[in-house]
């Protein structure tokens, strides 16, 4: 909770999310939180202990896949990939996202 | 599918995948850190920030392998890997309850592999459930077969596809100029093998020509007798033997392993039967199967089968007088029924033991389970839940009934080699198979995990009501509800008790038999004494009067053989049985118990050659049998059931052996022999003893004594024979023990049997006793050391234990009795019941619960106080 935890978001959508932003290339795991937090301009951080079992998910869902590969500074770092899957997933789950989101604003938006 | 291949790849790889994710993370971290440090923060700070900002490294980890392998799992994993540890570090006690299960689970699994192979296992035929058995049943009960010309009638069943009839009996086959040799023959028809669904495994099958009347003599081999007689020659096809003196070529070998019917050595078609055209329609001695159909039920075969056996009935009123034709799938012949209250019965002593070993295993899990409290109490006040305890306890369980269930099974591998070599060849059937089959192991593994359970769950619900609080005092040792555990290890105690008591009243029963027949047979010595067989071929000795010629022929011969001191010849041996036949008594009605009684023809030196003396009177004489002569002896049971007085003098009447012969002509009984044992079942029963002359069996017993080498004796013995009639084989040559031996072998492998697992329940009890009195002593020390402190006895001392312990043994040998009463209705053995059986079975468990005693008894009285008052107060 509190900082750790981006604000109430609906299950399933941390995944989307990090599938979204595995759209342009690979990424680590790093580099996904810090993607999420600069586009969302602070709103959505994610902590570790949300981040990781997020990855580990897709992983066994075979969405995305990941290798070692050395980092910016030379470090040892898993970066992560889309599959073909995942690609296909990330089409349907945003759809059906922003259908949910678009139900969402009629109820809210009907006085 | 790719998902769980996925998963079953981090199971291979979990170490490997942990390291990677905690390096990630420590990657993380450091990015984080750098950031921080860029931001302006000092080094220190920075790690302590992200640490912060970051959250649980360990939570994060946790989370990350709980989405590959369900925390279920890995709590079970976790329990088995802690149970594992706590057996490995207590080795006695793991090896006794093991030892206990492996026992009960083995003798559960031994009985039921048998009576899977008795009763289960469909006949190993294709398609058994299309294919059907027909015959005849008379109004009194007696099942028999068809006729030659019902069999033929019924070849025009529409709802039957193919018919075979088959008809076992014994040839005599030989090489030229080779002594015969007595081997199981089958008669079937041409379509037989195909309808069952084999073929010989070399040369060919009969087909219809070979199946006329009047064809060329031809036989299939048995592998057997192919191996024993050809040498497994591959060139046996086209060879010649002399099956029953007529020359027969040999046209195929079936496969090993086959002796359809029942233990067939060789088959011949059945057009070769002699007198089988003749047959009468009255003449029912043909077994008949068929295969139904493709569009025909059953139920559609027996209505069109039994309508054509209502037409018999009216055309043929004599022959078909009192007869029903029966129509039955062809397992429901062959197999055992799985209903019928022996083999119930039987299955359900496998099940009694293994009940016994988990009540066993659950005292011993009880008297335990007060060494685990405090572990209990600090696991519960960490926060587990009940539910988790029981859990993990339970997991322990399994794991020791799944070491007892491999214990048990490697154990039941050899109780069912055992009894596969207990059946003697003789009378096995080719289909009785004991290989452990789909069911076998079913039922294994429903009993293993069943057993975790049964013994388990209460020690479990026991041990993890622990009050914590007042466990993790000092002396936690009255943590564990005192009275309600005392309780239910009383009722183990009763239920092992009143089971092993069952178990004994059996073997009382089985036992009081075996010995009585033992001590029986010791009338005579049988170390001198060889046996065989001799069946003269019915149709070149069709007469009595013929056979009775080639007996005494026989007898002339061998009075001239220096080697053998004395031989007789008889229609049945000692334990071997014998026709059963109604008696009339000149001048009184018969006594009940002489109203059926077994009749033996013997030759006049049948005494003289056992070495058996007459009680009373004397034996026949040479010309015993004919007119002037008709002389009969009796043993001492007939006499002592004779009313009246002296049965010497007295004369009897036998009935025929069907109502259609005219009875015996009056006999004068002339001596009374000993109660020699005669039937293979019964202990000693009433025996009347005939001339041979008076009814030559078909069938012949020769017993001769022979002072030297048996082996030599036998040859001698066939050389004789060979010379009167060279197709005349001798067979079933034993030493007198082996015959008496082998005509009894179901009683007594019944009796090794029961013995055996009344032993081990038993055994089981008195170690269960022992660990209840044992462990009752270790709890009560500090109590018997005040008492002993006070000033009291070491007698008394004693008594305090063993009062307990007996009062267990009370209700338990009173649940016994009970118990016993309920198995005797249920599964009518009444003999069990007797009070003196019931006595000492009952004395028997108290000596052993007794001995268990007396052990913790003796280490009570020698409690130190000073020790015992230190300890625990």
Redesign the interface.
């Known amino acids: 909770m509190g900082a750790n935890e981006p604000p109430d978001l609906l299950p399933g959508t941390l995944e989307l999310l990090i599938l979204k932003s595995l759209v342009r290339g690979e990424v680590h795991g790093y580099g996904i939180a810090q993607h999420l937090r600069t586009v969302s301009d602070d709103v959505l951080v994610v902590g570790e202990s949300s981040l990781y079992p997020a990855l580990q998910r897709l992983l066994v869902k075979g969405l995305v896949k990941a290798s070692w590969g050395a980092s910016e500074n030379n470090r040892r770092a898993r970066y992560y990939a889309l599959t073909a899957a995942g690609r296909r997933h990330l089409a349907a789950e945003r759809k059906a996202f922003d259908h949910l989101i678009l139900a969402i604003h009629k109820v809210l938006d009907t006085a | 599918m790719?998902?769980w291949l996925?998963?079953a790849l981090y199971l291979l790889r979990h170490r490997q995948i942990r390291d990677?994710?905690a390096?990630?993370?420590a990657?993380?971290?450091?990015?984080?850190e750098?950031e921080l440090t860029g931001s302006g923060l000092a080094p220190g700070d920075a790690a302590r920030e992200a640490q912060r900002?970051?959250?649980?490294?360990l939570?994060?980890?946790d989370?990350?392998r709980?989405?590959?392998i369900a925390p279920r799992i890995q709590d079970l994993a976790q329990d088995l890997r802690f149970a594992a540890r706590l057996f490995v570090k207590e080795p006695g006690f793991t090896a006794v309850a093991v030892l206990a299960l492996g026992l009960g689970i083995g003798v559960n699994n031994t009985l039921f592999t048998i009576f899977n192979a008795f009763c289960l296992k469909a006949v190993p035929i294709v398609a058994p459930d299309r294919v059907i058995y027909v015959g005849t049943q008379t109004v009194d009960g007696r099942g028999r077969g068809l006729s030659f010309p019902e069999f033929q009638d019924l070849l025009a069943t529409r709802r039957v596809a193919a018919l075979a009839a088959f008809s076992d009996s014994a040839a005599s086959v030989r090489d030229e100029g080779r002594a015969a040799e007595r081997v199981r023959r089958t008669h079937i028809s041409a379509p037989g093998f195909g309808l069952i669904g084999e073929a010989p495994a070399i040369g060919r099958d009969f087909t219809e020509e070979d199946d006329r009347p009047g064809a060329p003599p031809v036989a299939i081999l048995g592998a057997s007798l192919w191996r024993s007689r050809h040498g497994s020659d591959p060139a046996v096809v086209g060879r010649t033997l002399i099956v029953d003196g007529v020359v027969t070529s040999v046209i195929g070998v079936m496969r090993d392993g086959l002796g359809f019917p029942h233990s067939a050595e060789i088959w011949q078609p059945l057009g070769a039967m002699p007198g089988l055209a003749a047959q009468p329609r009255h003449a029912r001695t043909l077994e008949v199967i068929g295969r139904l159909a493709d569009d025909a039920s059953g139920d559609s075969a027996r209505a069109e089968i039994e309508a054509a056996g209502q037409r018999w009935a009216s055309d043929h009123r004599a022959a078909n007088e009192g007869v029903r034709v029966t129509v039955v799938p062809i397992n429901e012949r062959y197999m055992q029924s799985p209903t019928h209250p022996a083999w119930i019965a039987f299955a359900l002593t496998g099940l009694l033991t293994v009940i016994i070993a988990c009540a066993n295993v659950a005292n011993l899990l009880l008297a335990r389970a007060v060494t685990r409290t405090r572990e209990i109490a600090v696991r519960t006040s960490l926060g587990a839940t009940r539910v988790r305890v029981v859990r993990q306890l339970l997991a322990e369980s399994s794991l020791l009934a799944l070491a007892g269930g491999f214990l048990g099974f490697i154990l039941s591998l050899a109780g069912v080699r055992a009894m596969d070599r207990a059946i003697p060849a003789a009378v096995r059937s080719y289909r009785l198979d004991f290989s452990m089959d789909g069911a076998v192991f079913s039922v294994l593994a429903v009993v293993c995990l069943s057993t975790a359970f049964l013994f388990g769950l209460v020690p479990a619900l026991q041990v993890s009501n622990a009050r914590a609080a007042d466990a993790l005092k000092e002396s936690g040792r009255t943590a564990i509800g005192g009275v309600r555990v005392r309780r239910w290890t009383t009722a183990f105690l009763v239920v092992e008790f009143a089971l092993t008591l069952i178990l004994l009243a059996g073997v009382g029963d089985t036992l009081a038999g075996y010995l009585e027949r033992r001590r029986a047979d010791r009338l005579f010595d049988p170390s001198p004494l060889l046996t065989m067989m001799i069946t003269p071929a019915a149709q070149r000795y069709p007469a009595p009067e013929q056979r009775m010629n080639l007996y005494e022929r026989l007898g002339e011969r061998l009075s001239d053989v220096g080697a053998l001191s004395a031989w007789t010849l008889a229609s049945a041996l000692p334990a071997g049985g014998g026709a059963m036949r109604a008696i009339e008594i000149d001048g009184a009605p018969a006594p009940r118990a002489l109203r059926d009684v077994r009749v033996v023809s013997v030759s006049d030196t049948y005494f003289s050659t056992l070495g058996v003396q007459l009680l009373a009177g004397r034996p026949f004489t040479t010309a015993g049998g004919s007119t002037g002569s008709l002389n009969a002896v009796v043993n001492e049971r007939f006499a002592a059931a004779f009313t009246g007085n002296d049965v010497l003098g007295r004369r009897i009447r036998l009935a025929g052996p069907s109502a259609a012969t005219p009875p015996s002509p009056w006999l004068t009984i002339v001596g009374v022999a000993p109660g020699v044992r005669q039937s293979p079942r019964i202990e000693v029963e009433p025996v009347v003893y005939l001339p041979l002359r008076m009814d030559p069996p078909a069938t012949a017993a020769l017993i001769v004594r022979t002072p030297s080498d048996p082996a030599a004796s036998a040859r001698l013995v066939r050389e004789e024979l060979r010379a009167l009639d060279p197709d005349l084989p001798i067979y079933r040559v034993l030493p007198m023990d082996d015959a008496i031996a082998e005509a009894s072998w179901n009683a007594r492998v019944s009796a090794t049997a029961i013995t055996t697992i009344s032993i081990i329940a038993l055994c089981l009890s008195l170690v269960g006793l022992y660990a209840v009195t044992a462990h009752a002593v270790a709890q009560r020390t500090p109590e018997l050391g005040v008492r002993i402190a006070l000033g009291a006895s070491g007698s008394r001392i004693g008594w305090l234990v063993l009062r307990r312990a007996l009062g267990q043994l009370a209700l338990g040998l009173a649940a016994g009795l009970v118990c016993t009463l309920a198995w005797s209705r249920l599964f009518r053995t009444s003999v069990w019941f007797e009070p003196l059986n019931l006595a000492g079975g009952m004395l028997v468990v108290v000596v052993v619960a007794m001995a268990a005693c007396l052990v913790p008894a003796r280490r009570a009285m020698r409690v130190d106080p000073v020790l015992a008052l230190r300890n625990g107060v």
């Open positions: 790719g998902e996925r998963r990677e994710l390096e990630e993370i990657f993380h971290r450091a990015m984080k750098r900002a970051l959250g649980n490294d939570l994060a980890r989370r990350a709980d989405v590959w």
